[in-house]
């Protein structure tokens, strides 16, 4: 009895477990010359962002901070061109980012539904 109980109850946390991850979905923002696309990413906590830089230089992407002397919470990095950039999203993660080469691109995470229409 006590061995079906156990069984059971790892088979329950296995299909759980299991949920909680096919839940997440990776999204793409692609870093072009003239900004992020797409400019605001619908997404879940849990999911993953991947920056992908499509220019022809490097790019690093950034949470926004308060203020210019702070460090920012989350950062990509220099990325080259073609390379690319994996977030995981929470709910403690800075939603709003921007570029550090001074372009002035500004971007953003939202847990809201995504406008259709």
Known sequence: MLRNFAFAAIAALTTATGALAEDSVTQTVVITDFGY????????????VIFSNQTDS??????????????????TGS??????????????????????????VNGEFSFDEPVLN
Do not use: C, H, K
């Open 37 to 48: 696309f797409p400019m605001v990413t619908y997404l879940d906590e849990g999911d993953t």
């Open 58 to 75: 490097a790019q690093n992407v950034m949470a926004v901070r308060e203020l210019e002397t702070d460090v920012p919470q989350w950062e």
């Open 79 to 104: 990325l080259a061109p073609l390379e690319t950039y994996s977030l995981i999203i929470n709910t403690d993660t800075v939603l709003q980012f921007e570029t550090s080469f001074g372009n002035e």
